[in-house]
């Protein structure tokens, strides 16, 4: 069976300091991937998605960043983090036909930025 | 853009009652999904009703679909506390290729009292 693990599970790092997120899947092959960020009491909000290897889709502009160095790995970066990504960040998968498929979603990462 | 927004924002009912849930959408979609959050954690999928379905069932789930009012609705009957949990609807749109993307709305904060 699939799983999906990201990891950490809290964070709480000061202003301009770096971020590094990891999500990586297991059981399954070439999935789509996706960030996501939850801002509280809010919807969620498509940060990057992912087809393949090296290749990343950026929905919003920000001082985030995504790569996908293997196939089933996915991590967000920063180089320096602002007050206003504080938020829950949110790994997920699909498979192919992804509008057409469920997302599976990893435990997510409370990030704090103080 | 919000493709889904639900109503109510929140609910609170008793165990045993049923609870409705609606969403709206702006755009066209393939499918509109249903997702369960527990708070903290990440999104379950729950469902998934395709454009050219008008009603399915899973369990206690109810889930109906309107393409022509572009709305969409989830029937939780014999609810449990255990069914306390933010829902989420999102529209599964397609761009083309693989590359679909689900659009989610804010969410209704569902309680439900012992």
């Known amino acids: 069976s699939q799983t999906i693990h990201q990891w950490p599970a809290t964070l709480v790092q000061p202003v301009g300091s770096p971020l590094s997120l990891e999500c990586t899947v297991e059981?399954?092959?070439?999935?789509?991937l996706y960030w996501y960020r939850q801002a509280a009491g809010r919807g969620l909000q498509l940060l990057f998605y992912?087809?393949?290897?090296?290749?990343i889709s950026s929905e919003v502009p920000q001082n985030l960043s995504a790569s996908r160095p293997q196939d089933r790995q996915f991590i967000l970066s920063s180089k320096k983090l602002l007050l206003s990504d504080s938020g829950f960040y949110l790994c997920a998968w699909t498979g192919r036909a992804a509008y057409n498929s469920p997302l599976h979603f990893g435990n997510g990462t409370r990030l704090t930025v103080t | 853009s919000q493709q889904g927004e639900e109503d109510p924002q929140a609910l609170s009912i008793q165990e045993g009652e049923n609870a409705t849930m609606n969403c709206s959408y702006k755009?066209?979609?393939?499918?509109l999904q249903w997702y369960r959050q527990n708070s903290g954690r990440g999104l379950v999928h729950l469902i998934l009703i395709r454009s050219n379905e008008r009603e399915k069932h899973s369990g206690r789930l109810r889930v109906t679909l309107d393409t022509s009012k572009k709305s969409s609705s989830l029937l939780i009957t014999a609810s449990r506390a255990a069914d306390t949990a933010s829902y989420f609807c999102a529209g599964g749109v397609n761009y083309g290729g693989s590359q679909g993307n689900l659009i989610f709305g804010k969410g209704t904060k569902l309680s439900v009292k012992p």
């Open positions: 755009t066209s979609i393939n499918n």
């Open positions: 992912s087809v393949g290897i090296g290749q």
């Open positions: 059981g399954t092959s070439n999935p789509n």
